[in-house]
């Protein structure tokens, strides 16, 4: 028995795989009622077809290509960045106590800050340009990737280092050969912790303070009270934030076959 | 003795970055106003404490932020019971939840400032959106798993379904669901910073660091975004302590 409703027959018969489809299908029916029997005025509720037409402007006119690439690019130099900042502070720190001690009351507290919030101080520091939008999104990939690690290279089973031990591994040894692939588990849950708040931090950054990428498009789309622009661009961030995590979960699964589960 | 050498070297990092940042000040090196001397910045905290605006800016974020915890926790609640509860439910909304949550949520404030304008509800409104997604995720998970033993236990004594409910499922999703609200708070927090950066009308902590920036006076900036990690700290704290007096009755 299930703690689930038991729904009649009639019901279950109906629930096929294409179910999940209804829904979607009846809110675009809903919206698209809403906006041609005028409900709703053009300027807050656009018709679909609106929506898809703005879509298709972007990709003709090149501007959503070349805004799109500018944020990916952004996105893969700040979490490239904070990754590596990450791993190399959580590895630092889980193989020396002496280091955590020194390092990690001022991690933790500037962690205490999201990314987003050290916005405003940055662009006094930085400026508005390229750079800020780096070090956001570094410093958004950084927070996750550094706590995953420390926990990864903290829960790599003593037999292991007894092994290296034996061995003698020098120190940078046991970091290659025992912490880092007996924590890469850990690490990629980091990294995609990492690479999710690295999407939210560029969307963020770009609203505030960018002439450019999808960010800006979506500011530009409200200043000029397009708003099926805003929507298609809605709609862009959502397929690529999704791809982004896809891809890494691709990568993570080629990387742990040689696992035994 | 060892604790207190441990703590005595957490120290050392913070003090070299103040006695850098005094230098560089000091010294010339940097523009004032982004670098401005210790003094000054402990002279802001002081005197924007003593004036009330750093008071009044951060009961109007604290009330915003429980504002829109409320409304969008109570909706993440309701919804993640229901797709716990039933499978009709979930096959029909649940891949539409979950298309939707691809968004990274700061994307909907544009579209949110022009359905509510750039006042006080469409604050709340981001707020409550942002809060709406972890709760509703936690709180599912929380009703879904329910112990098939106990489940059994209820069948064999004949328990009707709400006693099901209120007796198995409810107590053994409650340890999910505060997780749920815990997480919903932080997202809360962190979109009370996001709309009060995105639409500065009225008071807010993310206001005063956002003006601080525009009026170029660094040591208002710090100021504000220290008391953004205090209050996020303080709200994590206060959350946590909250979960172990709920869940107290829990062996271990």
Redesign the interface.
Known sequence: ?????T?PPW?RRT?SAL??????LA?LALWWFASTRGWMPE??LPPPDAVASALVDLWNSGDLTANALISLRRVSLGFAAGAAAGIGLGAAMGLSR?TE??????FT??A???A??????M???VGIGESLKIIVIAVAACVPVTLNTLAGARAVSRGFYEVGAVFRYSRRQVLWRIVLPASVPQVFTGLRFGLTNA??A???VE??ASSEGL?YL??W??QM?Q?DL??A???V???T??ALDAGLAFVERRLQRWQTP | MIRA??AG??????AI?LAVWEVLSRAGLEDP??FPPLEWIVQTAWTDTVHASLVGNLLASLGRCAGGFVIGGAAGLLVGAAF?????MR??????FN??K??????????I???FGIGEASKLAFIALATFAPVLVNTEEG??R?PAGL??V??VLTLR?LQ??RR??LPSALPSIMTGLQLGLIHAW?GT??AE??MTAGPGIGTF??E??DR?Q?SQ??VG??L???V??SLQRGAQAFERRVLRWRIA
Do not use: C, K
Request: net charge positive; no cysteine; aromatic share 10%.
């Open positions: 028995m299930s703690a689930t409703v729904s019901i629930v179910d999940g489809l209804i829904a979607p809110l300027q807050v002496r001690e020194v390092v990690r009351p001022l507290a500037a205490q800050v999201p987003i919030g050290w916005i405003p101080l662009m006094l520091v999407w939210l560029l969307v963020a609203l505030l960010g979506l500011v789309g409200r009270f708003l805003v929507l661009v809605m709609l961030i959502g397929v934030g999704f | 050498g441990a070297r957490g120290l050392i990092l913070p970055t106003h982004v716990g509860l039933s499978q009709t096959v029909l909304f649940h891949p539409l298309a939707l691809q968004i990274a949520v700061f994307a909907w404030i544009p579209l400032a022009m359905w009703f879904r329910a489940l059994e209820g069948a379904r099901v409910i198995i499922v962190l910073i996001g950066f995105f660091v956002a601080g920036r170029f660094m900036t710090l975004v220290a953004l990690g205090l996020g700290f």
